[in-house]
């Protein structure tokens, strides 16, 4: 199979990654469909497939020691689809993943799944003035997805709205879309910093990765911007434990965050949905004074579930 073979395969069959695995005597391929990973086909050892993708993504041919990431656009039928590019060395060879990101409709904040409760919260708090609105859940819950749609929600066309995204996966008119380039020691960092020279309204965070960027996420919500992010954690409340184990500023982050939703993906007859979560500060009139008081005290907090 050649690579646009393997690729035409996927998409058809609604796969959402492709596994390239390569051993002594051949190269496996694996597609995870509906949740789940399976071997589609064995191929002949051969570096023609891997080096084709390097050339794809524009990635070194004659590096297989290093991590490369890299991206590219496949065209079929008059269908775009975005390919992320990852490969890593193994014992056995380098293993390559391909995440498939297809052209699609941009979802509006009616059409992604929120039940009436979170999808009322979050619409209140999208529309402040300033604050940090957390979306939180694993890689392929549909993050990304979410905050899209509350930029489309957001993007009148009267709020300056500067987002950093690892990469930009959908170009969005009226948005500036930054990309982290660490070659040229611009990170994530350092362009929320610039970003805020820019007289920004509204900044999105595509994933908070480090203690830094997430100190300067929650100054920059303290300062009268509203700042969406995503953090990788396994329920909402984990949120608070990732920034305490960052040692954010406890009293910055009381004070700025709005809203912290988490959403998993739940696959049942040969289809997908989110499921979503969240946690909405009750402390107005008195502010928490540490982190424990904040994990250990529900009262603290409306829980809302997927109902």
Known sequence: MTL??????????????????????????????????????????????LNRIKMKANLDLSESRRTQEGQFTFCEKDKTTFIRVSIIATVKGEKVAL???????????????????????????????????????????????????????????QKSIFTIEDPVEYELPGLFQCEPNPAIGLNSAALLKSFLRQDPDIIMLG????????????????????????????????????CHAWQVDFFSLASSLKLIIHQSMQYQDQGQHAVFSALKPLWSDRMPDT?????????????????
């Open 207 to 242: 994933e908070i990765r480090d203690a830094i960027t997430a100190n300067l996420a929650v100054n920059a919500a303290l300062t009268g911007h509203l700042v969406l992010a995503t953090l990788h954690t396994n329920s909402a409340f984990d949120a608070i434990h990732r």
């Open 99 to 157: 995440r498939l990101l297809p052209e699609k409709q941009q979802l509006s904040l009616h059409q992604i799944g929120l039940p009436k409760t979170i999808f009322s919260q979050l619409k209140t708090a999208i529309h402040s003035a300033s604050g940090l609105i957390l979306v939180c859940g694993a890689t392929g819950a549909g993050k990304s997805t979410t905050l899209y749609a509350c930029l489309e929600a957001l993007n009148t066309g």
């Open 4 to 49: 646009e073979e393997i690729l035409t395969t996927a998409i058809q069959a609604g796969a959402t990654d492709i596994h390239i695995q390569q051993t002594n005597h051949a190269l496996q391929i694996y597609q995870r469909q509906f949740g789940l990973l399976s071997k589609i086909t064995e191929l002949a050892s051969s570096e023609g497939l």
């Open 291 to 307: 982190y424990d008081t904040l994990i250990h005290s529900n009262h603290l907090w409306h829980a809302m579930n997927h109902t």
